[in-house]
């Protein structure tokens, strides 16, 4: 004889949530910057000088890319240390990079001096190759000009989106997350703009300068 059944089904239990991953720990070339945080957040002003001067020629080159101008740059990378000392008690590591939180303030500053200012912003190309390099005589210089003009030449073929991004990069020496910020891009599509703007540089550049 079949049973019949209660028509009551037994309820699943719910299944819990699974923990919030802790953010990873900071690799080691970034411990002792994080530590230079903590020090500062906890009124060290030594520590917070120790980040200065670990930073401030990333934040001038910066700026000074940017702005074109060294009164305003030297004016404004002092500007960016002020708010971040005031604003210091606010960072805490989730993945994130100092020097890109340091640019990220430095970026914000500029804007508004351009709002406030009309001040034009330029993208210059011509120093993409280092201009203080020795050469040994006149036939080396003559050379090099030569040398300097081709690649100024592809350069100008890039987007400006792609000069910009090579001119932080490997100008001005910012890394891939202060370019992201610099930039107001995410890390990856810095990393994909570089590429490709690499890969397009070295198809215009001549066979002879590769």
Request: hydrophobic share 40%; charged share 30%.
């Amino acid at each position: 004889m079949r049973r019949r059944g209660t028509g009551m089904t037994r309820a699943r239990p719910t299944p819990a949530p699974p923990p919030v991953a802790a953010p990873a720990p900071p690799p080691d070339d970034q411990r002792a910057v994080w530590e230079l945080v903590r020090r500062a957040q906890d009124g060290d002003a030594e520590g917070f000088g120790e980040l200065y001067d670990r930073y401030v020629d990333v934040v001038f080159r910066y700026l000074f890319h940017k702005a074109g101008d060294r009164a305003t740059a030297e004016d404004l990378t002092s500007e960016t240390f002020v708010r971040a000392l005031r604003r210091i008690d606010s960072l805490s590591y989730q993945g994130r990079d100092v020097g890109a939180w340091l640019v990220t303030i430095a970026r914000n500053l500029l804007l508004d001096h351009v709002k406030s200012s009309r001040y034009r912003l330029e993208v210059p190309t011509a120093d993409m190759r280092d201009a203080d390099r020795a050469t040994a005589g006149p036939e080396e210089a003559v050379l090099q000009r030569l040398a300097d003009a081709e690649l100024m030449a592809a350069v100008a073929r890039l987007s400006a989106e792609q000069r910009e991004c090579l001119q932080l990069r490997f100008v001005q020496g910012l890394s891939v997350a202060e370019t992201a910020a610099a930039m107001g891009k995410r890390e990856g599509a810095v990393k994909a703009l570089q590429h490709r703007a690499v890969r397009r540089l070295a198809s215009l550049v001549p066979e002879g300068l590769r």
